[in-house]
C-alpha cells in the first residue's frame, strides 16, 4: 500500500475521485512538494493517510507533523492548512466524507439516533494519529473505491474502517461546548447566513454589519475571531465548496464560477487550487 519513492522529492500530482459505494464524498490520491494549502475549512471531514514523507498543517492554534501511516483527521468547518515537513515532500489518500455520513455512522455505532441536526456530530482526534492497523485498514478502502471493481467489498471495507476510526479515536457524541458570549456567537452565526444567502451577490462590509447591528470594524474583527478567518475570505471558501455540486452534476469551471459569484475564472482557480491542491479542471475530470 506504499507508494513509491522518489529519487529527491515529489512532483505535485493530484487527483480526485468520486465512487458510487461512498455516496457524497470526494476522494484524493497525491503528493505535493511545492504546493502548500492556505487557511481553509470543508463542511465534511477530512480524513488522510500519509503514505510517504511528511506533512506539516496548522489545526486549531497548534501545528502538527504526520508521517507515513499517520492520519491527520479534521472535523467539519475547522481552518487548517498543509505543507510539506520533508525534504521530499509527503504523498498520501484522503478521504472526504460528508458530515451526515459520520453522523449517520456514529448513531448506528451508539444503537441510537443522534441529535438533532445542528447537534451531535462525532468529533475526531485534533492530533496526529498514530494506528498502523487502522491506517492500513483505511488505505485498503481507499484502493479499493478507486478501483471500482467490486463495490460492496469497497463500501463494506470503508464503513469498518471509519466505524474503527470513531470508536477507537473519535468522541462520537460530544458535549456541546458552552459558547463565551451567546450574543457575540449569534451575531457570527447572522453574519454566515447572510454571506451564504446568495452568494452571488456584491455584498460590502458595511452592509453586513448593518445586517447585525454592528460596526464595520467590530463585525470583521469579531467574525475573525469565531471563525478564523475574515469575511471575504469565509465565503471564498463557502463559494468553493458549493462549487463542488455544479462540478459533480456536469456544470462547466466558467459556469461554476459564475454561478458561485466570482468575479471570473481565474479568480475562482486560484482558490480552488489553495484548498484543494489541482485546478477545478482536473478535479471535474
Known amino acids: 500500500m506504499r507508494d513509491n519513492d522518489s529519487p529527491k522529492h515529489f512532483r505535485d500530482e493530484a487527483r480526485f475521485f468520486r465512487s458510487p459505494a461512498l455516496p457524497g464524498a470526494e476522494l484524493l490520491t497525491a503528493r505535493f512538494f511545492s504546493h502548500a494549502f492556505s487557511p481553509h475549512w470543508h463542511e465534511g471531514y477530512v480524513v488522510a493517510v500519509i503514505t510517504a514523507g511528511a506533512e506539516g498543517y496548522r489545526y486549531r492554534g497548534a501545528r502538527h507533523v504526520a508521517g507515513p501511516l499517520c492520519l491527520a483527521c479534521i472535523n467539519p468547518d475547522e481552518i487548517h492548512t498543509g505543507e510539506r515537513a520533508a525534504d521530499e515532500g509527503w504523498a498520501y489518500r484522503v478521504f472526504y466524507p460528508p458530515a451526515e455520513l459520520l453522523r449517520g455512522l456514529a448513531a448506528n455505532l451508539r444503537g441510537r439516533a443522534c441529535a438533532d441536526k445542528g447537534t451531535g456530530l462525532p468529533r475526531l482526534l485534533h492530533d496526529v494519529v498514530q494506528d498502523d492497523t487502522l491506517a492500513r485498514a483505511l488505505l485498503r478502502a481507499h484502493a479499493l473505491l478507486e478501483s471500482g471493481q467490486d463495490l460492496l467489498e469497497a463500501q463494506t471495507a470503508t464503513l469498518e474502517a471509519f466505524s474503527a476510526l470513531?470508536?477507537?479515536?473519535?468522541?462520537?457524541?460530544?458535549?456541546?461546548?458552552?459558547?463565551?458570549?451567546?450574543?457575540?456567537?449569534?451575531?457570527?452565526?447572522?453574519?454566515?447566513?447572510?454571506?451564504?444567502?446568495?452568494?452571488?451577490?456584491?455584498?460590502?462590509?458595511?452592509?453586513?454589519?448593518?445586517?447585525?447591528?454592528?460596526s464595520p470594524f467590530h463585525a470583521a474583527r469579531l467574525f475573525a475571531r469565531e471563525t478564523g478567518l475574515p469575511p471575504h475570505a469565509w465565503r471564498n471558501q463557502l463559494r468553493v465548496n458549493r462549487s463542488l455540486e455544479l462540478l459533480r452534476r456536469g456544470d462547466s469551471v466558467a459556469e461554476a464560477a459564475q454561478a458561485c459569484g466570482f468575479a471570473d475564472q481565474s479568480h475562482y482557480t486560484r482558490h480552488f487550487r489553495r484548498a484543494f491542491g489541482v485546478a477545478p479542471g482536473r478535479w471535474r475530470g
Open 166 to 214: 470513531l470508536l477507537r479515536h473519535g468522541q462520537m457524541f460530544p458535549a456541546q461546548p458552552v459558547a463565551a458570549s451567546g450574543r457575540s456567537t449569534a451575531h457570527v452565526e447572522a453574519m454566515r447566513q447572510r454571506l451564504a444567502a446568495d452568494l452571488s451577490e456584491p455584498l460590502t462590509l458595511d452592509e453586513l454589519a448593518a445586517a447585525v447591528g454592528l
